[in-house]
Nanobody, 117 residues
């Protein structure tokens, strides 16, 4: 069964950068669609970026130009590089891995990102 662990969160000032990592234990990354989500208290998970099993990356419009998703298949890690961070980017960031056949689906424990002056 797939397992997911996020790392790399922290506290930064507006305009600074952070890079998050999502380490996936299970099959090769080619078998999973991976999404980065963020959540604030009382709100739903909002997807911010994704990397498909075929390696296609996507980010939502609100973070386009600032966030980039990528992956290292050899290490089974998916990254979320965040630049020009703003206070509204403050959230718990989660990684989700879902197999292409839907049989496996796992969330990580989340990592806190705080942007504040």
């Amino acid at each position: 069964q797939v397992r997911v662990v996020e790392s790399g969160g922290g506290s930064v000032q507006p305009g600074e950068s952070l890079s998050l990592s999502c380490t996936i234990s299970g099959r090769s990354l080619n078998f999973y669609d991976v999404g980065w989500y963020r959540q604030n208290p009382g709100k739903e998970h909002d997807m911010v970026a994704s990397v498909s099993g075929g390696g296609i990356t996507n980010v939502v419009e609100s973070v386009k130009g600032r966030f980039v998703a990528s992956r290292d298949v050899a290490l089974n890690i998916v990254y979320l590089q965040m630049t020009s961070l703003q206070p509204e980017d403050t959230a718990v960031y989660y990684c989700n891995a879902r197999s292409w056949n839907g049989a496996e689906n796992a969330w990580g424990q989340g990592t806190q990102v705080t942007v504040s002056s």
